[in-house]
């Protein structure tokens, strides 16, 4: 006797059955991953600009800030950034769902703090090129997984 309930990933693609759903998708992470850091930095630009060049001084302050509501913002609005839209991926929550505001918070900020420290990230990417859904630490401390988008 079981109960979905308990079991949130019999809502989610199986990988086994359903690897269409995962096919490519850690190659096009890492794609869409260098769209959205060049994405970001065009987005810093006026910022420098408009505070009269004082930004650089702060310059990975400010890279990281940009970014944190560039990816919260993207993915609350369409469950993908820019460049996860290009590379046709986006992110399920663990009932199959679009993330919602709240989820892609916390998902950027899983994000955010990996980044911040080397052997998070490395650990991450590992999950990412070796779980069967392709999730990193982010996504499973979520139950998000990251898929290739319907036609």
């Not at 309930?5 to 096919?23: A, C, N, R, V």
């Not at 490519?24 to 959205?36: H, N, Y």
């Not at 992110?91 to 769902?97: K, Q, T, V, W």
Request: hydrophobic share 50%; net charge neutral; charged share 15%.
């Amino acid at each position: 006797m079981s109960d979905m309930s308990l079991h949130p990933d019999l809502h989610l693609p199986d990988p086994d059955t359903q690897p269409e759903f995962y096919q490519g998708v850690t190659t096009k992470r890492a794609i869409a991953w260098v769209i959205d850091v060049m994405l970001v930095t065009i987005l810093v630009v006026p910022v420098v600009i408009l505070t009269a060049f004082i930004a650089l001084f702060f310059l990975p302050v400010v890279m990281l800030a940009v970014g944190f509501l560039y990816r919260w913002f993207t993915i609350a609005e369409g469950s993908a950034t820019w460049g996860m839209r290009l590379m046709a991926i986006e992110l399920r929550d663990a009932y199959g769902r679009r993330l919602d505001n709240g989820t892609a918070l916390l998902h950027t900020a899983g994000y955010t703090i990996s980044m911040s420290t080397f052997l998070i990230q490395l650990a991450s990417v590992l999950l990412m090129c070796g779980s069967p859904r392709g999730q990193g630490l982010s996504d499973y401390a979520l139950g998000t997984v990251m898929i290739n988008r319907r036609a």
